[in-house]
């Protein structure tokens, strides 16, 4: 039996006792539609020498060093991918914990559609031209 799974609760006692961390997922979202579109493309790592690759992602890149949230968002993926494999994208993940971020934090609330592909390219120099 498949037990549902909240999303938009997994992290809500982090937010209630980090309440900065609304902002930072926002800022975490906001980076990341400004490059590539809201792909989740500033999750990814950099590759140094990996499979012969050396490739420094928009994380790395000097406007994102200061970015927040990557704990979080991964905590939520995990916990999404155990009920539901291979469903969910982190691009949705983002975008849903930015909306419920800003809501917790007495925000205003908007329609998040679903549906999003993941990003499987990540540049820091994209980073640096777009932010």
Request: glycine share 6%; charged share 20%; net charge positive.
């Amino acid at each position: 039996m498949l037990r549902h799974i909240n999303p938009e609760q997994i992290e809500c006692r982090k937010m209630i006792y980090a309440p900065t961390l609304a902002a930072a997922i926002l800022r975490l979202h906001f980076h990341d539609c400004f490059v590539r579109g809201c792909d989740a493309s500033v999750l990814l790592s950099s590759t140094h020498g990996v499979g012969g690759g050396n490739n420094m992602a928009e994380r790395d890149a000097p406007p994102n060093r200061s970015l927040r949230g990557f704990v979080s968002v991964q905590r939520v993926k995990s916990r999404l991918e155990a009920a539901c494999p291979s469903t969910v994208s982190c691009a949705d993940i983002l975008a849903l914990m930015a909306r419920d971020a800003v809501l917790l934090a007495s925000g205003p609330y908007w329609p998040v559609p679903l549906g999003r592909r993941d990003g499987r390219v990540s540049c820091a120099a994209e980073a640096n031209r777009y932010l």
